[in-house]
Nanobody, 120 residues
Framework: QVQLVESGGGSEQAGGSLRLSCAAS????????MGWFRQAPGKEREAVAS???????VYSDSVKGRFTVSRDDAKKTQYLQMNNLEPEDTGMYFC??????????????WGQGTQVTVSS
């Protein structure tokens, strides 16, 4: 049974930092592209960052230079280090896994999400 469990969310002031974790089980983690998505109230879910099995990374323009995605294949865990947080970063953050980085929406596994709230 596939499981993705996010943790590390919370409330932070603008300019602060948070580190999200996503613990995975039930699939061959090292072979999958891992991603982070977020959804703000009243908005559609958007991609934040992803890290493929070959180590290549992609970031949305809104987080580039502030967020860092990483993964530990031995621990089957991915991380999202979020620095210099902005109120616009507020939302529910979801961990996702897919065999290809362009398959999240169609064939991906998803976690339940962890809330991040950034106050000004």
């Amino acid at each position: 049974q596939v499981q993705l469990v996010e943790s590390g969310g919370g409330s932070e002031q603008a300019g602060g930092s948070l580190r999200l974790s996503c613990a995975a089980s039930g699939f061959t983690f090292s072979s999958y592209c891992m991603g982070w998505f977020r959804q703000a109230p009243g908005k559609e879910r958007e991609a934040v960052a992803s890290k493929d099995s070959d180590g290549s990374t992609v970031y949305s323009d809104s987080v580039k230079g502030r967020f860092t995605v990483s993964r530990d294949d031995a621990k089957k865990t991915q991380y999202l280090q979020m620095n210099n947080l902005e109120p616009e970063d507020t939302g529910m953050y979801f961990c996702a896994a897919a065999l290809r980085c362009d398959w999240f929406e169609s064939h991906g596994y998803w976690g339940q999400g962890t809330q991040v709230t950034v106050s000004s």
